[in-house]
Each structure stands twice: as structure tokens, then as C-alpha cells.
């Protein structure tokens, strides 16, 4: 058998030219500053005092099992990854680096950044992470994605957990208000990749993938998209009546959630040709701009709050 059957199936006898840049990729650097700024998020308007150090490691071990997440969903997707012009350049399909070598790397990260975040900051945090790193891989990648269209409704739970965890790091206990930023990431999770299975739809149809726009097909989509986007807005706004967020996020999430809902209305009016395409790109691009704005937003009123309390 030569060398490049050894590596299809995982079991090259070689050991990879990787460089340092190929195992940053396979940590997933964009959905990492994604859980770190979410995470970050939950760190800071947790009550009470985090020491800086204490602070910094639960972000940092936060990152890691996120990248760790990264690598192993890359170790058992390789060959999926192969199949789709997205995913083709990531390391283990261009041979820089073995699946073994993802495996055990990320294991390896997933074992210690739990393991420092119980043994340094507290074991609820950190056994939060460990549940989000198996959610991921175990149920999203493995369980999930590969055998049902609502992969992306169930796994987006995974993704919603990083300002829990942070904010677990912070007090060692769990409050509504995480619980809040949850439901806020995991209704955002379908709209904002929907979108992109729409334009993206050949690529998981060639790789097998039960995306909901190729299972379904573009216009149920649609549809899921704009009520998913209903539901995220009301959930965004919610908070500020029930005071648990401040008048700003209030503001922020409306006129926020308008810009979301007339995307999303866009792109279920809309279902041919260039317009339909010029449509879901928009929501998606948008989608980012909207949780990054609402999450900062928080960040913002914890530092106006702290430099002039008697404004609040």
C-alpha cells in the first residue's frame, strides 16, 4: 500500500512536515476568537472579583479546549473535508499534517486545558469545559452531524457554552444571566450557519453532509432561517425588560435585531439567481457583525458602570 492510501485512512507509518502554522489552523483560530470574546463576555459581567491571573488562565484554557475541539472535529472529518472547496486546504487534507497526529494533539489539549482550568480556578468550570469539548466532538461531530439535518439546531449548543464555563470560572456556581447569553448564541447558531449552507450547499451535497439545504432544500431553509431569526431577537431582547441587562443592550439588541430580522426576510423573499446569493451573504456577514455588537455592548456598560455608577 503506498503512502498516500496509509494517510486516506489514517495510518501513515511517516511523520508529518508540519509547521507551526498548520497546527495553529487545526486549532480553528476564527471560532476561537469567536469563544474567546463570548467567553470573555461571561468572565466580565460575572459579580465579584476574578484576580487577573486567575482571569487570564480561564480564557486561556477556555481557547485551548476550544482549538482542542478544532483539531479532533478536523481528525474525524478529514475525509469530508477532502470533498469541499471550503474545507480542502485545512492541514490534514493537504498531507501537512497525519489524522494520529491531530488526534493526539488534539487530546492532548483537551486534556490539560481541563484539567488546569479544575486544578487552578474550580472543577465546576472546569467540568464544563470537559462537557463542551465531548459535546462537540462526540455529539456534534460524530453523533450528529453526519446523520441528521437539525445537526447544526442540537450541536450549536456546544458553541453557546464558552461564556458559561467562563462564567463558572468567575463565581463557581451557574445564574440566569449565562444561562441567557446561552440561549442568545444558540438561536443565533442556525441563522448564522444556514446562511451559509445555502451558498455553500453544493460542497456539503458533494460530501455527503444532511445540511438542511440539501436535505430539505433552499426555500424550507429559508423559512427555518427567518423563524429562528423571530425567535433570536425576542430571546436578545428579553433580558433588558426582566433586568438582567441595562438600558444600552436593551437599545442595541432592538435596533440590532431589526438589521437580523430584515436580512432574514430578505433572504426568504428572495430565492433566485444573484439577489438570492447577494441575500444570504449579507445575513451571514451581518449575523457576525450582530452577535460581536450585542456581546461587546455588554462588555461596554460593565466599564461605564465601573467609571460612573451613579449614571446607572
Not at 61 to 83: F, H, K, Q, T
Not at 117 to 128: C, D, E, K, P, S
Not at 226 to 240: C, D, K, R
Request: glycine fraction near 8%; charged fraction near 10%; charge should be neutral.
Amino acid at each position: 500500500m503506498s503512502v498516500v492510501d496509509h494517510n486516506a485512512i489514517g495510518l501513515s507509518p511517516r511523520i508529518s512536515e508540519a509547521e507551526v502554522a498548520d497546527y495553529i489552523a487545526l486549532l480553528k483560530p476564527r471560532v476561537m476568537s469567536l469563544v474567546i470574546f463570548t467567553a470573555l463576555v461571561g468572565l466580565v459581567i460575572a459579580p465579584g472579583h476574578v484576580h487577573p491571573v486567575l482571569a487570564f488562565t480561564s480564557i486561556l484554557c477556555i481557547a485551548v479546549g476550544a482549538g482542542a475541539s478544532g483539531a479532533l472535529n478536523m481528525w474525524y472529518e478529514s475525509d469530508i473535508d477532502a470533498l469541499m472547496s471550503r474545507t480542502a486546504n485545512r492541514p490534514i487534507p493537504r498531507g501537512r499534517i497525519t489524522r494520529p497526529e491531530a488526534l493526539a494533539f488534539g487530546t492532548t489539549l483537551a486534556f490539560f486545558s481541563v484539567m488546569t482550568l479544575g486544578i487552578l480556578v474550580n472543577w465546576v468550570a472546569g467540568g464544563l469545559l470537559a462537557f463542551t469539548i465531548f459535546f462537540y466532538v462526540g455529539i456534534y461531530t460524530i453523533g450528529l452531524k453526519r446523520w441528521t439535518a437539525q445537526n447544526i439546531v442540537i450541536g450549536g449548543a456546544a458553541g453557546a457554552l464558552p461564556p458559561v464555563v467562563a462564567w463558572a470560572a468567575a463565581t463557581g456556581s451557574l445564574s440566569m444571566e449565562p444561562v441567557l447569553l446561552f440561549l442568545i448564541i444558540f438561536f443565533w447558531t442556525p441563522p448564522h450557519f444556514w446562511a451559509l449552507a445555502l451558498f455553500r450547499s453544493d460542497d456539503y451535497a458533494r460530501a455527503g453532509v444532511p445540511m438542511l439545504p440539501v436535505v430539505a432544500g433552499p426555500d424550507a431553509t429559508r423559512l427555518q432561517i427567518l423563524l429562528y431569526t423571530i425567535v433570536l431577537v425576542a430571546v436578545a431582547f428579553v433580558p433588558w425588560p426582566l433586568g438582567y441587562f441595562d438600558a444600552g443592550y436593551g437599545v442595541m439588541s432592538l435596533v440590532l435585531g431589526a438589521g437580523m430580522l430584515a436580512l432574514a426576510i430578505n433572504v426568504y423573499r428572495r430565492r433566485e439567481g444573484s439577489e438570492a446569493l447577494r441575500a444570504t451573504r449579507r445575513l451571514f456577514a451581518f449575523s457576525i457583525v450582530y452577535l460581536f455588537m450585542l456581546f461587546a455592548t455588554l462588555l461596554v456598560e460593565v466599564v461605564v458602570h465601573a467609571i460612573a455608577p451613579s449614571l446607572w
